[in-house]
T-cell receptor
Framework: GDSVTQTEGPVTLSEGTSLTVNCSYETKQYPTLFWYVQYPGEGPQLLFKVPKANEKGSNRGFEATYNKEATSFHLQKASVQESDSAVYYCALGERGSALGRLHFGAGTQLIVIP | EAAVTQSPRNKVAVTGGKVTLSCNQTNNHNNMYWYRQDTGHGLRLIHYSYGAGSTEKGDIPDGYKASRPSQENFSLILELATPSQTSVYFC?????????????FGPGTRLTVL
């Protein structure tokens, strides 16, 4: 079945340093890929999605490229801020499915120290 | 503003008791979902629905029932709560035809079963 594996957390960084959260997936279909972010006390919210292979998604300084050959979708940010402290989820979505199923990774907690 | 709301936000229950978690969405989405969130497991799908009157089993349905009496409302029912059901529960809505399987999440309910 479909699965997503991502960097195990927590990841602790100082403000101004760069971030990479690795995400790899397994599927027999051609999925849409997502990054969700969850701030303390809130539900997950969409950071960005990429429906097509070899395209890049970005939002709030975060970006990721849909690499179909490597089955990867790594999240990057050049310079993190304390406000980026959150849990980040990589997910794949079933394209064309009436269910609209999302398969989530285990989540990566990011802690940014000022 | 379109939104997914959940009630209660926090709940303490006793073992063997009945618990009902409620979810309301104003997105006018056909699909709704219930997840539980546990450290190391990410978000796991319990039940989902394609519309009023429809409920389907997700990946971990044992010990849970669901009810979808209307387009807007979707409930998760624990008939005989157990301590292993202590978790944070999220409801989500989605319209796969229009949003590439993107889902919109509520703020969550923290359930503690003593």
């Amino acid at each position: 079945g479909d699965s997503v594996t991502q960097t195990e957390g927590p990841v602790t960084l100082s403000e101004g340093t760069s971030l990479t959260v690795n995400c790899s997936y397994e599927t027999k279909q051609y999925p849409t890929l997502f990054w969700y972010v969850q701030y303390p006390g809130e539900g997950p919210q969409l950071l960005f999605k990429v429906p097509k292979a070899n395209e890049k998604g970005s939002n709030r300084g975060f970006e990721a490229t849909y690499n179909k050959e490597a089955t990867s979708f790594h999240l990057q940010k050049a310079s993190v801020q304390e406000s980026d402290s959150a849990v980040y989820y990589c997910a794949l979505g079933e394209r064309g499915s009436a269910l609209g199923r999302l398969h989530f990774g285990a989540g990566t907690q990011l802690i940014v120290i000022p | 503003e379109a939104a997914v709301t959940q009630s209660p936000r926090n709940k303490v229950a006793v073992t063997g008791g009945k618990v009902t978690l409620s979810c309301n969405q104003t997105n006018n989405h056909n699909n709704m979902y219930w997840y539980r969130q546990d450290t190391g497991h990410g978000l796991r799908l319990i039940h989902y629905s394609y519309g009023a009157g429809s409920t389907e089993k997700g990946d971990i349905p044992d010990g849970y029932k669901a009810s979808r009496p209307s387009q807007e409302n979707f409930s998760l029912i624990l008939e005989l709560a157990t301590p292993s059901q202590t978790s944070v529960y999220f409801c989500a809505s989605g319209e796969p035809r229009h949003h590439y399987a993107e889902q919109f999440f509520g703020p969550g309910t923290r359930l503690t079963v003593l």
